[in-house]
């Protein structure tokens, strides 16, 4: 048993204050970390908001989490006392059904989330699964890989998915905290990469950081001069758009995939997907096999988060301005 200090929501949508509880004792299959840095995720503004009906009062955010083990379990063995390491989204499955036998924990309908039901990373300790706990390669910044284990996740499980290779032309909707790590990674996988954005002061940023092309999305003649060209398009934004124009920009047998979320209905017309057999889908976060991976291949090829650092005590301030779309490109809070 230990006592936790965090930032908690006391109700939808109030601002955090510091609040502590006490854990009970630990599982013989769990890690306890000591929290250096996390992440602030859009989930994290919705959770406290309570805009997906699931919340429950005082509340912890936070689920892009960096920090030491300080405690293990009597049945962990392969993490230590000591060792840097990272907890996403997911804290816990079943590991008896379908989708964890298959290695698709991320798919289990008895998933726990980490700040879901329970409290999250905006604070001194987590404890989680150790299954769902990952050793952080040392090429890795803490402030650079918080949001690997979240939103980075979030991009690079459907790339791999859909076998984005060499050969593969790749379209990226929407350069922010999402969309800038899924342009990194799909110029690792050697894939042409056109970026999407309704900004055209992003276009310089977008080539830096991979892309090969750039559609400014408010001029319509740019949007036609893509139409057919894009095996592959990953949706990172959370605003309506006309979707019917980026199915144009498929070509044959290719998919759209959304990781972020429109406020609206997706509205197509049935007719360019019939012709084309193009296909419209989705994407969760990855299994811990697929976050091990993408660790892996992130500490590889120099793949990382452009965040700014905030101290944990500031944690509303930083709220507001991800908010406010002030943030380049993602948050991460520090315990100092």
């Known amino acids: 048993m230990s006592l936790v200090q965090g930032l908690a929501a006391h109700a939808a949508g109030a601002e955090l204050l510091p609040f502590r509880y006490e854990t009970g004792d630990l599982g013989a299959r769990d890690v306890e970390i000591d929290i250096s840095h996390c992440g602030i995720c859009h989930s994290d503004i919705h959770l406290i908001s309570n805009d997906w009906g699931i919340s429950q009062y005082p509340f912890i955010p936070g689920h892009e989490i ?53 409290h999250g990373g905006y604070a001194s300790r987590v404890r989680a699964n150790a299954r769902f706990v990952f050793p952080i390669p040392d090429a890795l910044a803490s402030e650079q890989a918080a949001p690997l284990l979240c ?52 276009e310089k940023e977008a080539r830096s950081l991979g892309a090969h092309r750039f559609v400014h999305t408010r001029e319509s003649r740019a949007l036609k001069e893509v139409a057919g060209s894009l095996d592959f398009i990953l949706s990172t934004v959370n605003a309506d758009q006309d979707w019917g124009v980026y199915v144009q920009a498929l070509r044959p047998t290719g998919k ?43 500490a590889r090829h120099q793949v990382g988060a452009i965040a700014q650092v905030f101290p944990m005590a500031k944690v509303n301030d ?18 100092e």
């Open 66 to 118: 960096i920090g030491t083990v300080s405690a293990v379990g009597a049945d962990v063995r392969l993490l230590n006392i000591g060792q840097r390491v990272g907890l996403g989204w997911q804290s816990n499955s079943c590991g008896e059904c379908e989708w964890c036998t298959r290695g698709l924990e991320n798919l289990c309908l008895s998933s726990e989330g980490t700040c879901v039901r329970r």
């Open 151 to 202: 939103g980075g996740i979030t991009v690079y499980n459907p790339l791999r998915i859909h076998d984005i290779n060499p050969s593969s032309r790749v379209g990226v909707v929407g350069i922010g905290g999402l969309g800038h790590m899924a342009i990194q990674f799909a110029r690792v996988f050697g894939a042409e990469v056109t970026a999407f954005s309704t900004s055209a002061e992003k």
């Open 256 to 298: 759209i995939c959304f990781v972020g979320v429109p406020p609206s209905p997706v509205t197509l017309h049935a007719f360019p997907l019939i012709a084309g057999m193009r296909a419209v889908t989705g994407s969760p976060i990855g299994s811990p096999s697929r976050i091990r991976e993408m660790l892996d291949v992130a």
């Open 318 to 335: 930083a709220l507001a301005k991800v908010k406010k779309n002030k943030v380049r490109y993602r948050a991460v809070l520090a315990n």
